[in-house]
């Protein structure tokens, strides 16, 4: 099992800054990728961005160049910085960590961003 753990979140203004953590604990395997979806009231869950073991990332096109997700693997913690914010980054977000070998996911629970015009 795999507990997750998040932080940040909240609201802010549009063109404003939040950063989201997510820290990770339990049978953490050593091949995973760790990453953040988000899902707007009334649409499908969607990527936002993820990070594997050894530092690779993809992003969402929607947000590449505005967010940045980058990881402390002595914390097992994952963050996700986001900037320029848009009202359409009005979501939850939700933290994953996903096993490479067996790709069973966990997820946490899910802040709330806000992002007001």
């Known amino acids: 099992q795999v507990q997750l753990v998040e932080s940040g979140g909240g609201l802010v203004q549009a063109g404003g800054s939040l950063r989201l953590s997510c820290a990770a604990s339990?049978?953490?395997?050593?091949?995973?990728?760790m990453g953040w979806y988000r899902q707007a009231p009334g649409e499908q869950r969607e990527l936002v961005a993820t990070?594997?073991?050894?530092?690779?990332?993809n992003y969402a096109a929607s947000v590449k160049d505005r967010f940045t997700i980058s990881r402390d693997n002595a914390k097992n913690t994952v963050y996700l910085q986001m900037n320029s914010l848009k009202p359409e980054d009005t979501a939850v977000y939700y933290c994953?960590?996903?096993?490479?070998?067996?790709?069973?996911?966990?997820w946490g629970q899910g802040p709330q961003v806000t992002v007001s015009s």
């Open positions: 990070i594997t073991s050894t530092g690779g990332t």
């Open positions: 339990g049978s953490i395997s050593s091949s995973h990728t």
């Open positions: 994953t960590f996903r096993r490479l070998v067996s790709q069973y996911a966990y």
